[in-house]
């Protein structure tokens, strides 16, 4: 199982919590190589210039609602997941608003949104917690953050609460892997992944990186954040049984040679599902920015051809943005 390594630490209840912040961090497993600013340029630069990388035309995008505004202001103490685009969800359970990765700007910097947000901040109902896996851009958007309301609880990775807090957000806290916090009534667990951090060009791996699960008396909701694949979905589904939402990312996987040790290909996100043991797939992390070189629909696709397939147990929910899924 992937582990991390923090510098100078001790025990609390069986869990590893650093007393300073973290200098880098890492999964010591010898398949997932570092990232390297060589491989980066190599990739973004040089493959680009020599036309190595075959860049696919993204269109069309995600399919597209207009949301349930009125709905969504209604309590719900089963689960609620409304898709904002790529990994952004709302989450209402037990009564409670949750957003994940929220991320609802026009571009990332030189990448354009081809769908629009299924939410604006304005548009949100009154929300108790923001969740972010990860530092990187398309998880976590500074100028949606500073849209959103700065009393929330905020759950974040270890070595992430600095950036957040200088933001404005007043109830920050940062958790390492396995670690729990309680929030009326809802349990929030931070889960490994098998990915990286990064936001400037000094700061590789300065923060951690993982998935979230919201558990109520009665659902258990997993957000992966990015990952690919490896054991840990496996673990993750031992140690919490009977998941009913997974959000599993499909997208981002060209070219091969440098995706698949940070990404999953929509088979290997299927695999992931069946590994959880969850009940309901909810395919991310497609149809609304071309970050890598497939098409923006080829992974749903794919992921949608799988399960024709495999046929596991459990059922595929694709979601339009601006959709929402009540179970």
């Known amino acids: 199982m992937s582990q991390l390594t923090t510098g100078l630490e001790h025990k609390v209840t069986g869990m590893r919590i650093p007393t300073r912040p973290a200098h880098r961090f890492t999964s010591h497993d010898p398949s997932h190589p570092p990232v390297s600013p060589a491989t980066v340029f190599k990739w973004g630069v040089v493959d680009r210039l020599l036309r190595r990388r075959h860049i696919a035309d993204p269109l069309p995008g995600a399919p597209v609602v207009a949301p349930d505004i009125e709905r969504l202001r209604v309590p719900t103490d089963s689960p609620r997941l409304t898709w904002i685009g790529h990994a952004s969800f709302l989450l209402q359970l ?8 929220p991320v609802m700007s026009r571009r990332l910097g030189v990448y354009p949104r081809h769908t629009p947000p299924g939410l604006d901040p304005e548009q949100l109902p009154r929300i108790d917690a923001l969740l972010i896996s990860h530092n990187h851009y398309d998880h976590l958007d500074v100028p949606t953050l500073r849209r959103l309301p700065k009393d929330l609880w905020v ?18 806290h940062e958790l390492d892997w396995w670690q729990s916090l309680w929030l009326n009534g809802l349990r929030i667990s931070f889960v490994p992944a098998r990915h990286w951090s990064r936001r400037g060009l000094f700061d590789v791996n300065r923060s951690l990186w993982g998935g979230w699960v919201v558990e109520s008396t009665e659902h258990t909701v997993y957000h992966a954040g990015d990952s690919a694949y490896f054991d840990g979905f496996a673990e993750i589904g031992r140690r919490f049984p009977g998941i009913g939402i997974a959000m599993l990312p499909v997208g981002s996987y060209a070219p091969g040679w440098f995706m698949e040790h940070h990404h999953m290909t929509p088979e290997q996100a299927g695999q992931a599902f069946v590994d959880l043991g969850a009940e309901t797939f909810v395919p991310m992390h497609w149809g609304t920015f071309q970050l890598t070189d497939e098409t923006l629909c080829e992974p749903v696709q794919r992921i949608r051809a799988w399960f024709e397939r495999e046929r596991p147990a459990g059922e595929l929910r694709e979601l339009a943005v601006g959709e929402s899924l009540e179970i």
């Open 155 to 172: 759950g974040v990775p270890l070595g992430l609460g600095e950036l957040v807090r200088r933001l404005g957000f007043l109830d920050v």
């Open 94 to 101: 037990a009564g409670r608003g949750i957003v994940i990765d």
